[in-house]
């Protein structure tokens, strides 16, 4: 039994490059596929052979049309699929470590529409204090004021309390929905029009400036992210073993808060409400290969990165000429695993291996 034990771990460790190499594969290749399927459709070959022109690798150029819907419609909206789930999914394993339970999500427990707010508020009362930077800074804002409300509120004796957590998460949505829905009302039709792209979520509007400006937030968050692995792994084993291995947690969770706070903000800034990619992704990678952040962290970010470009591709094509809101595709096939997930943890007691 024993060595049947020791050689769980290697298995488990040998697991993380494949899954690393699996995940930059699919990704790769819906990034392609995405940038070729549509309305207007551009063979993979062409795709291919435009890129290798635009950066001097031989290569040739398409017609004045296939360049123009390739540079200016399809690959703006690829690339802020990868930013935005790539935030996403790292936001959702942040989360999960720094509050110590599976259900945490800034989707679920109000970030993201604390972030939209703040998003919306900008949009309905017409601010352009900070020129094309409004938005994003004042989605930044809001969303940092719900995460600090939340954790504030879920704190009890010492400990973060899951019950709690989504009890409260459920408080702020409503509130959330209640001043969206007070913007709405004093907003004029295109002010309206806006709005509810935050609240459906999409990648409809993606360009290349919308790209820029998510793109220093997205990666400040996921380059600061991994260096937290290690700790994270020691807060697992509790607040107390952490501290006495030298882990400041209460520094911790305020610095990491913050992280989830930027990738969160700056993915609704430009993409609105989308909800489950960071609770369905790290624990898919988790059921892969363990809990150990060092992977998990990273390797969320490409999951939901792979995760929201395969669904931007379906949002685009299922229902053709039509295309479904992404933050509802999300929804759908994210809330099924939702309650699987409270069946799951109820029966564990509120904790996962």
């Known amino acids: 039994m024993a060595s049947a034990g020791a050689e769980a771990v290697p298995r488990r460790r040998a697991a993380a490059p494949v899954l690393t190499a699996s995940l930059l594969g699919v990704l790769l290749l819906l990034a392609l596929l995405s940038a070729g399927i549509g309305a207007y459709e551009i063979p993979l070959g062409d795709v291919l052979a435009s890129m290798q022109h635009r950066v001097g690798l031989g290569g040739h150029a398409l017609d004045r049309t296939a360049e123009s819907v390739l540079w200016n419609i399809r690959l703006p909206r690829v690339v802020l699929a990868v930013l935005v789930g790539a935030s996403l999914g790292c936001a959702g394993a942040l989360m999960q470590g720094v509050f110590g339970n599976p259900l945490a999500e800034p989707g679920v427990i109000g970030i993201s529409a604390g972030a939209a707010v703040g998003a919306v508020g900008a949009i309905a009362l017409g601010l352009s204090f900070f020129g094309n930077w409004t938005v994003t800074v004042c989605a930044f804002v809001a969303g940092l004021a719900t995460v600090l409300l939340v954790y504030a509120m879920s704190r009890s004796g010492g400990r973060t309390e899951v019950v709690t957590l989504i009890l409260t998460g459920i408080a702020v949505n409503a509130f959330a929905g209640a001043l969206i829905g007070l913007f709405i009302f004093f907003a004029d039709n295109a002010q309206v029009t806006q709005i509810t792209f935050w609240q459906l979520g999409s990648l409809a509007q993606a360009t290349w ?9 997205a990666l400040v968050g996921l380059a600061v992210a991994p260096f937290h692995a290690r700790r994270l792994d020691l807060l697992a084993l509790g607040e107390r073993p952490a501290r006495h291995l030298g882990v400041d947690v209460e520094r911790l969770r305020v610095a990491l808060i913050l992280v989830v706070a930027l990738l969160t903000a700056a993915a609704v800034a430009v993409a609105g409400i989308i909800t489950f990619v960071g609770l ?12 150990g952040h060092r992977f998990l962290v990273p390797g969320s970010a490409l999951g939901g990165a792979v995760v929201l470009t395969a669904g ?16 509802v595709l999300t929804a759908l096939i994210g809330s099924p695993f939702f309650f699987w997930l409270l069946r799951r943890t109820r029966r564990r007691q509120g904790g996962w291996a």
Do not use: Q, S, Y
Request: charged content about 15%; proline content about 16%; glycine content about 6%.
């Open 209 to 217: 400036p919308k790209v820029l400006a998510v793109l220093p937030c």
């Open 280 to 291: 369905l992704v790290p624990h898919l990678l988790r059921m892969a290969n363990g809990p």
């Open 312 to 327: 931007d591709l379906a949002a685009r094509t299922a229902a053709a000429p039509a295309e479904l809101p992404l933050g």
